[in-house]
């Protein structure tokens, strides 16, 4: 029997090929047992999702409150109305049914039918949608006309969620907004984007081949996180003040590129009030506010336009920029105050008599540095030149203070960091580097001028002078709940440093007080009852027009006992009066005399105030005349009574009407006949005890407005209304205006 005799090279290539089918087995094997323990899930979750389908259940976004609970953002339901143009299309008669669905929905929609036959004509689409944003009764309203002519395939109502702010612009600022889809795109709506969002979740179900729902199979439900609320420092009353006067001196003083305030607690550092003015509504962002949308009509351009759309972008950007955070300015005279802190903590100056002389100018390095006041002050002491706001009397305490350790309390004063407060863009402050530092630069600052900070940098300084020294981190969130009440964060006070002493503090506060219920700069910003300690500021924008100024106002109350700081600036008033004495100081005032007393404050009148305070007339009709008199006496008010009967019939002046305590009466009658009229006398150009007394001796109760502290104004009597000559009834009021004590600074 013959051997079979195998070729080498034929058992060669067998090897090769053996070997080359063991390796190819053994990289199957190995990915297998890859696949099987090391890549399992993976694998498992590829072949789940081609199984299986996944429907989002969306988490709700969390509210945001104020301190005391207020909601200031939630969610709403509205509704949105969609077709369905290729249904239709596909559907009998569908030119009939396309013409009946076009005038049914622009009658309940209040749309252009023309609109709607514009999206049916979509003949291919799988959807359009042609309203949203509705409510409820409107939304039923579709419903009905979708059961009554069965067009349950072709339109379709959903209910959608959306944010919603319900004081509509009331701290916009701060709140910011969303977007269309629910994220945050600007204040706190950004900043806590991801703690007010939540988690989605989902709901997981088995499809066969058709995508079909597979009964008894594969199921899972994750559900959402909702998102965490909210707890606010703002506080809506407040806020809403700080917003009444802003607005108030955005009008009168013209100020050309807006105006902006800050309410903060001095002892926390929590955020009472924030604003910008002109302001815009929350629930509608993108549409213009009154005033770009009159700057926008200025420009005379066509509205569907490049340049239209690309001014309006500019336009709603500036709108929405929280102005007290991201814009930087010169502080002006109110820096003064620290000015001063620096160098009673230093010694520099240990007796607050001591004088100095003010010539009107000071050189400073071959330079002559004038001061606000033509021909100077003459001279004066310490205090006095805080209170008149002494440019010259700034610039020699500052250089005993040095350079170096002048340039170490403005960074301890915070003024060369960012506060770190939980808002988006915070802006940060430009000031000279320290190796550039020079005594000219020393001079300039010492007054406030040449250097910019933003406006929450400034009354975060001060507000360290008015709690005794501490400089504390501004914030706006005091805590967050998660959706069962469990807190998840808690904001706590924050001390960035110690900057001066207590009784460095105090006494710049004294100083300060002294100078708003004397005759200093800041004696606008008097509040009777309450001791304000306040500065004022007027400073040049550098590098714009030389006429452009800003100015501010900042101060805290009361000042033995600070609880709050309020700070409000100008910026370019164009009315004439551009000092923060005229456009800021009186605002202030207001703001405190209606915080004070909602804070808990009480007021402690001297007996000055007593003599000047005004009363609410109450409400005497049906009274008897012992019933009257006693009314009107306990309200401090004198009754002149005329006429025979029972019971009052008409009073002068009306109930609620605010009238001057001292000398008030009201005139009760007792019959229908009107008594004779009395005419009303002129007071203008008088002095206020002169006016009082004419107005009173004449019959007429009296009103004042402008000056709070117009028994010490150096002003007279600006206008009166009604006018004189006129007929009035005895007793009714009569309004006198006292122009404010103008203080350049």
């Not at 917003?243 to 009168?252: P, S, Y």
């Not at 050189?363 to 440019?391: M, P, W, Y």
Request: hydrophobic share 40%; proline share 3%; net charge negative.
């Amino acid at each position: 029997m013959a051997k079979l005799s195998i070729d080498r090279r034929t058992l060669k290539r067998s090897s090769l090929m053996a070997v080359f089918l063991l390796a190819v087995f053994l990289f199957l094997l190995f990915r297998v047992f890859a696949i099987q323990f090391f890549q399992f899930e993976h694998y498992q979750k590829k072949v789940i999702d081609q199984l299986t389908t996944a429907s989002p259940v969306r988490a709700e976004r969390g509210v945001i409150l104020d301190s005391a609970g207020r909601v200031l953002a939630e969610n709403r339901t509205v509704y949105r109305v969609s077709l369905f143009p290729n249904v239709i299309e596909r559907s009998a008669s569908a030119d009939e049914t396309r013409e009946r669905i076009a005038a049914g929905l622009s009658e309940i929609l209040s749309l252009n039918i023309e609109k709607v036959r514009e999206h049916l004509a979509h003949k291919t689409a799988l959807s359009r949608t042609v309203a949203q944003n509705l409510d409820t009764e409107t939304a039923n309203r579709v419903l009905r006309f979708i059961g009554e002519n069965k067009f349950y395939e072709m339109i379709a109502v959903e209910a959608v969620t959306t944010r919603y702010y319900p004081y509509g612009s009331l701290a916009a600022h701060c709140l910011g907004f969303t977007g269309s889809d629910g994220q945050g795109l600007y204040g706190l709506e950004l900043q806590y984007d991801a703690a007010l969002r939540g988690k989605n979740g989902s709901y997981v179900t088995a499809r066969d081949s058709r995508g079909n729902e597979m009964p008894n199979a594969y199921e899972a439900y994750i559900p959402a996180e909702n998102g965490y609320t909210l707890y606010t420092t703002l506080d809506a009353y407040i806020q809403s003040v700080l917003e009444r006067e802003l607005n108030k001196t955005l009008l009168e003083s013209g100020a050309k590129n807006r105006v902006c305030g800050i309410v903060m607690d001095v002892e926390s550092g929590a955020i009472l009030a924030m604003a910008t003015a002109p302001s815009f509504d929350l629930n509608e962002p993108f549409a213009l506010n009154a005033a770009s949308q009159k700057a926008i009509d200025a420009l005379g351009v066509d509205p569907a336009s490049e340049e239209y759309a690309a001014e309006k972008s500019r336009l709603l950007l500036e709108t929405w920029s929280n102005k007290a955070v991201t814009e930087i300015y010169m502080p002006g005279s109110t820096f003064k105050t620290l000015t001063c802190s620096m160098v009673l903590e230093e010694g520099a100056v240990t007796n607050l008599d001591e004088r100095f002389f003010c010539s009107g100018a000071l050189t400073v390095a071959d330079r002559n540095i004038h001061c606000h006041k033509a021909g100077g002050h003459g001279s004066l002491t310490f205090k006095e030149g805080l209170q008149n706001s002494c440019n010259p009397v700034m610039m020699t305490i500052a250089a005993r203070l040095g350079k170096d350790k002048f340039y170490q309390y403005v960074r301890n004063f915070g003024l060369l960091e960012k506060t770190g407060i939980d808002l988006p863009g915070e802006g940060n402050s430009i000031f000279h580097a320290p190796s550039k530092f020079t005594e000219l630069d020393l001079a300039t600052a010492s007054f406030g001028q040449n250097f910019k900070v933003s406006l929450l940098q400034m009354i975060s300084a001060v507000s360290a002078v008015a709690n005794g020294g501490e400089l504390l981190s501004p914030y706006l969130v005091e805590r967050m709940t998660d959706s069962d009440g469990n807190v998840v964060y808690e904001h706590e006070r924050a001390v960035r440093r110690r900057v001066i002493s207590e009784k460095t503090a105090k006494t710049i506060s004294a100083i300060l007080e002294e100078g708003v219920s004397g005759d200093g700069g800041a004696k606008n910003a008097y509040v009777p009852g309450y001791r304000v300690a306040a500065k004022t500021g007027t400073s040049e924008k550098i590098g714009d027009d030389a006429s452009a100024r800003i100015g501010s106002c900042v101060g805290y109350a009361p000042a033995d006992e600070p609880r709050v700081a309020v700070i409000i600036e100008v910026d370019e008033p164009s009315g004439g009066v551009r000092y923060g004495s005229v456009v800021a100081a009186p605002y202030l005032a207001n703001v405190m005399e209606d915080i004070l007393p909602y804070l808990g404050v009480e007021a402690r009148y001297t007996e000055e105030e007593e003599e000047n305070l005004t009363v609410g007339v109450p409400n005497c009709i049906g009274m008897t005349r012992e019933e009257a008199e006693e009314l009107l006496s306990e309200a401090g008010i004198a009754a002149v009574f005329s006429g025979e009967g029972d019971r009052v019939l008409a009073q002068s002046p009306a109930v609620g009407s605010r009238i001057k305590k001292n000398g008030a009466s009201v005139s009760l009658r007792f019959t229908e006949e009107e008594t004779t009229p009395l005419s009303v006398p002129d007071v203008v150009g008088k002095s206020a005890a002169e006016a009082n007394r004419t107005l009173v001796d004449a019959g007429f109760n009296v009103a004042i407005e402008g000056a709070r502290d117009f028994l010490r104004s150096s002003k007279n009597v600006a206008a009166q209304y009604p006018a004189p000559g006129v007929s009035l009834p005895r007793g009714s009021v009569v309004t006198v205006r006292f122009l404010y004590d103008e203080k350049d600074e």
